[in-house]
């Protein structure tokens, strides 16, 4: 298998601002080099086959600094996803007063998916080696688990109601993930992925209301 | 943090059904005195603490019986969730067929809350166990997200397309989780599960258009 991973990590931009809050100044980057090390070395080999010192020494660095920075290699893969749940948190913070809380989170998921849009191609990578591996499949499912809560909380700051956060949560992030497989999955794609999540939040209130299902 | 849980096992009925159909005459309620075997020896000790050989003799079964019956000590505790896997699919395919694809999920997802609430106090014993383990939430997840294939599959073999599918099925089974967890987790809670599952789809309808958010 020779998926060559030349494309930045998933989402840079998030990673670089919980490496740099974490971090600090030392190893520049390690994060993202152990990252990209691993998606390479998973491609190429297999997850079962590649040992952490291998992702530390493809990557230039020790297997310490792995550790430092991840606590299995299951979780090398999953550098931006914490990011993501303060990025997500972010923006349905600053969200207009009046705005309803699935409204909120649609935008929130909107601003996180510009990223992913730019760096296409190594959001496409990461997901082929994940889809490839149940462990890295579980783990996915944990992290969505995680942005749900976390999306719950974000809504409850801004006075919503724990039974509407909830909800608007779940569904949200079911929205956003059906909307991420269909951008994952059409070959030759076009449309952008914020433009996506757009598309299928409007499908949802069609679904939801029963006026209409697309045929699609 | 309360990582998702959906506990979709415990109903013995699906069990019965998947039991009598695969195993035959061997054992009587192998599967499910083994489950309840786990369950009790998870709650006493903990998951890691027990043993497959401690499972099986508390059961009154060997280890090989156990092996027959499951992969695994995670999986011993999900033997309802296959069969439930078949009951959505039965239920999606007699709905009427002018039924909306959500509304097809939502009637099948109450006719299989109904033997689990029959047994609530059962599957809020389950519930306590898995929600204590980290690997035994990740398992339910995985189980959930089979739950999601599965309702895919019915939608599709009712000439559903597939993105119609794959958004209902996703959000009817987020709706279904916020439902349980609600069940789960109200103390004294009298509402039964079918009729809360029915409350959350009317609230995924108003906080989906829109015009209205629950405040709870």
Redesign the interface.
């Known amino acids: 298998m020779s998926v060559t991973v030349v494309s930045l990590a998933l989402m840079t931009a998030v990673t670089d601002i919980a490496y740099h809050r974490v971090m600090g100044r030392w190893e520049p980057n390690a994060r993202e080099r152990l990252f990209l090390a691993a998606l390479e070395l998973y491609a190429e080999r297999g997850f079962e086959q590649t040992t952490v010192a291998e992702i530390a020494r493809r990557a230039g660095l020790t297997e310490r600094t792995f550790f430092r920075h991840f606590p299995d290699k299951r979780e090398v893969l999953f550098t931006g996803s914490d990011g993501m749940v303060g990025q997500l948190a972010e923006v349905i913070a600053r969200a207009p007063q009046e705005s309803?809380?699935?409204?909120a989170v649609a935008e929130a998921l909107g601003a996180v998916a510009r990223p992913m849009q730019e760096r296409r191609e190594g959001v496409l990578a990461r997901q082929k080696v994940v889809a490839a591996h149940a462990e890295l499949?579980?783990r996915e499912?944990?992290k969505?688990?995680?942005l749900?809560?976390g999306t719950v909380e974000a809504l409850e700051a801004r006075g919503?109601?724990?039974?509407?956060a909830?909800?608007?949560a779940?569904?949200a992030?079911?929205?956003f993930?059906?909307a991420f497989?269909?951008w994952v999955g059409a070959d030759g794609e076009t449309r952008e992925l914020p433009d996506m999540i757009a598309e299928?939040f409007a499908?949802?209130?069609e679904?939801?209301?029963?006026g209409g299902?697309?045929?699609?």
Do not use: D
Request: aromatic share 0%.
């Open positions: 309803l809380p699935l409204g499949r579980e499912l944990v969505r688990s995680k749900v809560a919503v109601g724990p039974r509407a909830r909800l608007s779940e569904v992030l079911g929205v993930h059906v497989e269909r299928t499908e949802l209130r679904v939801a209301v029963g299902v697309p045929a699609g």
